[in-house]
């Protein structure tokens, strides 16, 4: 098969590659029909993620067909559409046991194109299947589910849950790029008085507004603390979300904040922030961290079913599956290229493998 591989910083081939086969009897093989690329695949091929070995195949988001399935794995059979997320979950450690499983410690969590080979390839290997994979109704577009893999609950479980974003809340959200944006869409499922997005990019505040943000502040022009303070009275925001990765944001958010105040870090760091305690000791505030654990996204999934969430506007470019490494360069460019998502998308699934798996056929 073919697949898109790292080598090391600033490599990467679209190449051919094994099959991937059944290891574990947990494991099954899904026939990928469209990923997407993240802004972490691009933090590896900086590499500033050094786990990822050269020769791993890349991405960790993922929908497609089941092919073939280990003698365990009971759900899933040949021909189900299955999202494939970011998390995997063995189901059975402790933290799996606690709907953790970001920090799944039995062979699962963040695996995919980090630890083993991942999801941006014509065929994946899929470990412990069963408790990993979401069937994907008939009724939905790959589009309208591929964004659960990763952006909506990492910005949902991560941000607003942490956050415990309230009913007529001020919810400052600072980043407004695809994390930032997700933010924005889910934290009006609690209904908040007001969202405040905070970026250096005016054309991503543009989206921030699209996405539902009542107040945009471009913090390379304006003073965001000031602007935060005005709108609240003084106080500050009741929560800050954290969707950058660097030490200003954060820091920024510890500033935003009123006392009492949450503070949900969902950004990646790679440098050390200050915590400025001397400020913060009186003010009660609560700083949370996280890693996304995916445990939402069955809930998710039923909000874009009844139409109530609608993450397709993610969806700014679209490629196919052969041409990743264009996309990479698209995405890689976001700044020039306004891209929020891009989708590769695999060539339609030919007759010959309708008919080996008795698939249904779609229009
Ligand atoms: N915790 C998790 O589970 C998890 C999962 C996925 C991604 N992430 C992280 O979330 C972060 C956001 O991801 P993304 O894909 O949206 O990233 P992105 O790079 O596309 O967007 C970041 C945005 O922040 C803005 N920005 C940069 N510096 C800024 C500053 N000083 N002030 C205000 N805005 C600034 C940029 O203009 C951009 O719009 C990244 O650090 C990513 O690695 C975390
Ligand atoms: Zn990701
Ligand atoms: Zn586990």
Redesign the pocket.
């Known amino acids: 098969m073919k697949a898109l591989v790292y080598h090391g910083p600033g490599q990467r081939a679209w190449e051919d590659v094994p099959d991937p086969t059944i290891q574990e009897p947990t494991d099954a093989i899904v026939r990928i029909d469209s990923s997407t690329i993240?802004?972490?695949?691009l933090h590896i091929l900086k590499g500033d993620v050094p786990e990822v070995k050269p020769g791993t195949v890349l991405g960790?988001?993922a929908v497609g067909t089941v092919v073939e399935t280990g003698n365990a794995v009971t759900t899933l059979v040949p021909g189900d559409r299955v999202l494939v997320s970011?998390i995997t979950s063995c189901g059975r450690c402790r933290f799996c046991r606690e709907g953790r499983y970001g920090l799944c410690t039995g062979g699962g969590g963040w695996i995919f194109g980090h630890l083993i080979d991942g999801l941006q390839a014509e065929l994946a290997r899929v470990p412990f299947a069963d408790t990993s994979v979401y069937k994907v109704p008939d009724a939905l577009t790959d589009e309208q589910v591929l964004f659960l893999a990763?952006?909506l609950p990492?910005a949902y479980e991560v941000g607003v849950l942490n956050g415990a974003v309230e009913p007529g809340d001020t919810v400052a959200i600072v980043g407004a790029g695809p994390i930032g944006l997700a933010a924005i869409m889910t934290a009006q499922l609690h209904s908040p008085g007001h969202i405040v997005a905070i970026d250096l990019d005016s054309s991503r505040l543009e989206k921030a507004l699209e996405f539902g943000a009542d107040v945009a502040i471009e913090n390379s022009k304006e003073d965001a603390v000031q602007k935060v303070l005005e709108l609240t009275g003084g106080l500050g925001a009741d929560v800050a979300i954290e969707a950058v990765g660097v030490p200003e944001t954060f820091e920024l958010c510890t500033e935003l904040i009123r006392p009492g105040g949450r503070v949900a870090n969902v950004g990646v760091h790679g440098h050390p922030a200050t915590l400025h305690l001397e400020k913060l000791w009186i003010r009660d505030v609560l700083i949370t961290t996280g890693l996304v654990d995916t445990t939402t996204t069955p809930k998710l999934l039923k909000l874009i079913e009844a139409g109530r969430l609608d993450p397709t506007p993610f969806a700014t470019h679209r490629f196919a599956l052969a041409d990743a490494e264009e996309a990479y360069d698209v995405f890689g460019a976001a700044a020039s290229s306004h891209a929020l998502k891009v989708v590769l998308e695999a060539a339609p699934v030919g007759q010959e493998l309708i008919e080996e798996l008795e698939l249904p056929v779609t229009a």
Not at 38 to 41: A, I, L, S, V, Y
């Open positions: 993240c802004g972490t695949d960790h988001e970011c990763d952006i990492t």
